[in-house]
């Protein structure tokens, strides 16, 4: 279903009741001006909703409220890398018992509620709703609000917002204390009114007093238009108190395009992420925030030397970071500069601790460096350090076979495997190395089975069809060889250079001197050093001259 429209024309609310009359599931997007917000339905109940260019508040309201300890929430923070997709901070706390669940969904359902209850005031611009679509995996929490919830106080407070915001502009103004009532009167403030007085002093916005309580904007101002009403506060109106409040000339602009880059950033919009950061650095050319997620987003797009270039300027500007040293780790590893990958893991051991993915990342980098039994080791720490109950990804799996393999511990490998497919029967990358172990140990047409399995899958590894093609070129059916060699070139164009030798022979014996050529020439552009592939490539351009 797709809906799409402007909000002059048809009001978000009635959209929104809309889609939760149909139980649609998918993402609604709203842009206005500037501007852009999503928000996620599944089966008509709101699951999420963000306004991309507002700060994040659902840290303030862990703190703000005890739900968190600040000390507990930098060490998560400082364990994320950036990558959109991984876990989000708040999930980390979660799962290691930092932060309750029933916390974490009450504060996560607060963001929520507060992003549509904002969204409803829009006015401008334009709308559009794409069925099946949903949240990031890095977003903390789902929660399931019923939009009658949502529609009924959103207009509500969309009548006291006109009232307020003759009062209180906006979350940038500033009050102090006028007068109260002495001590002995009925007409005192209340607890929730004193809370707010408490921190008036001529010079902290609404917002700084918004962050401080870990509550809503709306609430601050609502009690702020109320005592405003009895004379106890007045908004501060000197011109060198409004002058602070905004940016300087220089400053402006690259926050603007910051808040726009840690917006798209974050949900996943790449390309407009680093379009805003370019903007950023026009402006502030050593800035290391925007360095370091420029750094991610060339990881994220393949980009590792780019990536290694960005990370140089963010620590020039600002030293090492657990984030910015993980960060190295996996470009200098996409460039196949594993010792240099490994000594920026051990660098990051000393500020992540226990982190799973550490560990993980480690076992990965020792791997390919054939120190098997090391990375074994660092597999089993990843397991070790995973939140208790946690099931390992495939990825764990597959690589943890591989490594048991390469120490010598075939059976280990075989139990890993199997566990694995008990966890991910489908996974394709843990069939192909299960069923490269079992081939190893003479039990081809077990292996087979399970290479047939992977191809059979959504997500087909490459290896998986090269695999099948050796096993059927060794039983000399050569047809079924070339159709999986060519299957797996298509799903890996740079699978190696073995799989374009054998192929090209292939064409070669079926008399197709062209194809062979372009084949072994694609092998010795993957490795210029093979000398079969020269060998051959001389034969045919002979052959051809004679």
């Not at 084949?519 to 210029?528: E, F, G």
Request: aromatic residues 6%; charged residues 30%; proline residues 5%.
């Amino acid at each position: 279903m797709g809906i799409e429209g402007a909000l002059s024309e048809v009001g978000l609310a009635d959209i929104c009741q809309l889609l939760a009359m149909g139980r649609k599931t998918g993402r609604l997007s709203i842009t206005d001006r500037s501007n852009f917000a999503h928000i996620y339905f599944e089966d008509g109940l709101v699951i999420h909703a963000v306004i991309l260019n507002r700060p994040d508040r659902l840290a303030d309201l862990l703190v703000g409220n005890g739900a968190v300890a600040p000390q507990a929430l930098r060490e998560a923070r400082s364990r994320r890398s950036g990558e959109p997709g991984e876990r989000h901070y708040a999930r980390i706390l979660a799962d290691e018992g930092a932060l309750s669940p029933q916390d974490l969904e009450r504060y996560v359902a607060v963001t929520v509620e507060e992003a549509v209850y904002r969204l409803f005031m829009w006015e401008d611009g334009s709308f559009t709703f794409q069925g099946g679509i949903s949240p990031d995996r890095g977003i903390p929490a789902q929660v399931h609000i019923p939009i009658q919830n949502l529609l009924l106080e959103g207009a509500r407070r969309a009548d006291e917002w006109t009232q307020i915001r003759q009062v209180v502009p906006s979350d940038r103004a500033v009050f102090r204390v006028a007068s109260l009532p002495g001590d002995g009167s009925d007409e005192g403030p209340s607890r929730e009114q004193r809370r707010v007085l408490e921190l008036l002093d001529g010079e902290r916005t609404i917002d700084d007093i918004v962050r401080s309580l870990g509550t809503v904007e709306f609430e601050v101002s609502r009690i702020l238009f109320e005592m405003a009403g009895e004379g106890w506060v007045a908004r501060e109106v000197d011109p060198s108190m409004d002058e602070a409040l905004v940016p300087s000339r220089e400053e402006s602009p690259a926050q603007g395009h910051m808040e726009l880059a840690r917006a798209f950033h974050d949900s996943g919009m790449l390309e407009e992420a680093e379009r805003e950061l370019k903007q950023v650095l026009e402006h502030r050319p050593s800035d290391p925030e925007a360095h370091s997620r420029l750094a991610v987003i060339a990881l994220r797009t393949r980009r590792p030397g780019e990536a290694l270039r960005h990370l140089d300027m963010a620590e020039e500007a600002s030293g090492d970071s657990y984030s910015r040293l993980r960060n190295r780790a996996l470009a200098l590893e996409l460039l196949h500069r594993y010792p240099e990958a490994l000594e920026a893991l051990d660098r990051a051991a000393v500020e992540g601790g226990d982190d799973p993915g550490l560990h993980l990342a480690r076992g990965l980098v020792l791997l390919k460096l054939a120190r098997g039994e090391e990375a074994l080791e660092a597999f089993h720490r990843h397991r070790e350090a995973l939140p208790q109950e946690e099931v390992p990804t495939p990825r764990f799996f597959a690589y943890a076979v591989l490594a048991a393999e390469v120490a010598g511990n075939s059976q280990e490998a075989l139990e890993l495997g199997r566990e694995g497919l008990g966890y991910h029967p489908g996974s394709g990358p843990i069939l192909v190395n299960l069923g490269a172990v079992l081939e190893r140990r003479g039990e081809v047409a077990t292996a087979e089975a399970l290479y047939l399995r992977a191809v059979g899958g959504t997500d087909t590894p490459p290896q998986a069809h090269r695999n099948l093609g050796d096993l059927a070129l060794r039983r000399g059916d050569q047809a079924s060889a070339r159709a999986h060699y060519e299957r797996a070139v298509r799903l890996n164009p740079k699978l190696g250079d073995e799989v374009f030798l054998r192929l090209g022979t292939l064409f070669y014996e079926d008399g197709d001197m062209d194809g062979a050529r372009t084949l072994w020439q694609r092998a010795l552009k993957i490795n210029p050093d093979n000398e079969m592939v020269r060998t051959n490539l001389g034969l045919v351009t002979a052959g051809a001259g004679s």
